[in-house]
Structures are given as C-alpha cells and as structure tokens.
C-alpha cells in the first residue's frame, strides 16, 4: 500500500511540474502580446496627444527660421513622461525634434523608436521608448494555480478508482462462527451470534452441560436410548450439579441423571431451539439428534453431539 501511494504521490508531482510549465509558457506568451499591443495603443495615443500640443511648443522650424525653446520642450517632455509613469504606462517621450528629455530611464531606452509627425509645412522626430518585457514580467501565480488544481481534479477521480479497486479486491469478510456459551453462574445458553439467552432448569442444564464435556472428550461417542448412560457421562452431570451449588444456586436434592432420558433430551432441543431460533441453520453442532422411526428402530439411535468442536463451545463459571 505504501509504495502505491508513493507511486501516485510521485505521478502527481510529475503531472503538476508539467502542467505548470506548459500554463507558465501560454501565459508568458499571453502577456507579452498583451504587452505589444498595449505599448501599439500607447504609442499611437501619446502621438496624437504630442500632435495636439504642437502649436503650443516652441520647436525649431526652418521653413519659419524660428529658434526652439528647448527648455520648455524639455519640460513638456518630462510632464508628458511623469504622467505616463503616474498611470502605469509602459512608454516614455525620450526626444522630440532633436531634444531629449531630462532624464530619460533606461528601461526605455532599450526599446527606443523614432516615429514622424506630419504637421502642414514641416515633419517632426520623435523617439519613443518602450519597456521590456522580461522573464520576471511574464511570471504570474495564476498558472501555479490553474496547475494546482488542474492535478486535483485529474488525480481525485483516479485515487477514488483505486481506493473502491481496492476495496472490490478485499476478501469478503467470513461469516461469524456460530458458538455456544454456556453460563453456570446464570444457569443459561446463549449463542453467539445474537447473544439470545435462554435459561434451563437444574437436572437438564447439568446433564446437558456434561453431554458437550463428554461428546468432546470422545469424538466418535456412542450414546443410545437401549443403553445405559454412561457412567463417566453421569459423573460429569452430578460434577456440575455441585458446581451449581458451590454457585449458590438454591437446589434442594441432586437428581437421578439416569432417569427420564427423553424428557431431559426433550428439554434440552426446546431450549435449544429457543436459543438459535433466528438462525436454526447453525444449531446442529449443538443439538442432540432426534430419534427417527417408530418403536424399536427409534431406541437404535445415537443421540451423541458427533458435530461439535472445541472452539464451538465456551463455558463460563466452570
């Protein structure tokens, strides 16, 4: 399971670097035309304002053999600039008609144009610069974001594919193993499965209590109605009638267990079939077989718990 997860998380990581760079070149690229178009607009923008101003500036002209104020050109120049500088623009007047600005920045001058104005009579420079787009500008948290989540949602569904995978591989839990509990502080049976609880009276409990000891201490037993009891089978039952006692249960005499054979074998199936009543279907280990046929043949039967195990049984209080 470990390595797996070492093998998605490495995938994911994988998928992120790839899709970070290839958003990080759509967007530089993205931002750079977006960059020259804007400095296009800028350009054709601070043109016409500078066309608009021209009958205001004083700038040499030899059709008209005037004399240019440079300062004042160089001051207009500079307000020109700091307003540009002042909303964000990305362009700068370095010169107009041979006069340059006081003090033109070098991120501008790098990127230097010389564009004309035609005015009736005479044709003006004008150099305009334009910022570089560098690295740095095209750089953005967005395409780590968009990069972010983009591997979330495709590893997610995967993770949850393998995740029910797993869980359509898993064995199906094995079915509950049906057990009898056999109580001697509250002279009751209870199987395990639901914990349903039936209590018996003294000489069927012990008797039946000594029937489990002894069908697992001889696995092919051989206990029938036209024999006696036997007598460690009868030393097992009176051991738990004691038992009982020594429990503080009020009994007056100790039964006869070698009496009323089929009353007590009746009375064990009934509360057996109490017992496992909601689910009949596992009660064979622990119930005696009944006799089948009439007469004699019914006498020939073997009434021993050939079925039960030692891990199927638990006795409490012994």
């Known amino acids: ?163 029910q995978d797993n869980t359509d591989r898993e064995p199906e839990a094995l079915p509950a193993v049906p057990k009898l509990v056999v109580n001697l502080r509250e002279r009751t049976l209870c199987n395990s499965l639901d914990d349903r609880q039936v209590q018996l009276s003294n000489k069927p409990f012990c008797f039946y209590v000594a029937l489990l000891e002894y069908c697992l201490q001889h696995e092919n037993a051989a206990l029938n109605h036209n024999k006696n009891i036997p007598d460690e089978l009868l030393d097992l039952a009176n051991r738990y009638f004691y038992r009982l006692i020594e429990l503080g249960h009020t009994i007056r005499k100790r039964p006869d267990f070698s009496t009323n054979l089929d009353k007590m074998l009746s009375e064990i199936r009934a509360a057996l079939d109490d017992v496992f009543r909601d689910c009949p279907e596992v009660k064979a280990p622990f119930y005696p077989p009944k006799a089948q046929g009439e007469g004699s043949r019914s006498k020939l039967h073997n009434y021993a718990l050939e079925q039960l195990r030692t891990e199927d049984l638990e006795i409490i209080g012994k």
């Open 1 to 163: 399971m470990s390595k797996q997860a070492d093998v998605r998380l490495a995938n994911s990581l994988l998928l992120f670097l790839i899709s970070l760079i290839i958003l990080q070149i759509i967007y530089f690229v993205a931002a750079n035309q977006a960059h020259q178009r804007q400095a296009q607009t800028l350009s054709l923008a601070l043109e016409k304002r500078i066309a608009l101003d021209l009958p205001w500036l004083r700038l040499p002209n030899d059709v008209m053999n005037s004399v240019a104020d440079e300062q004042s050109v160089r001051r207009y120049l500079d307000q020109l600039n700091q307003q540009a500088a002042e909303n964000g623009y990305a362009i700068r007047a370095l010169a107009l008609q041979g006069i340059s600005a006081t003090e033109p920045d070098g991120d501008f001058a790098s990127q230097e144009q010389a564009r004309e104005l035609h005015v009736p009579g005479q044709t003006l420079s004008l150099k305009l610069g334009f910022k570089t787009f560098t690295l740095l500008d095209g750089l953005s948290a967005y395409p780590l974001l968009a990069a972010l989540l983009f591997t979330l949602l495709v590893t997610r569904p995967h993770e949850q594919n393998g995740q």
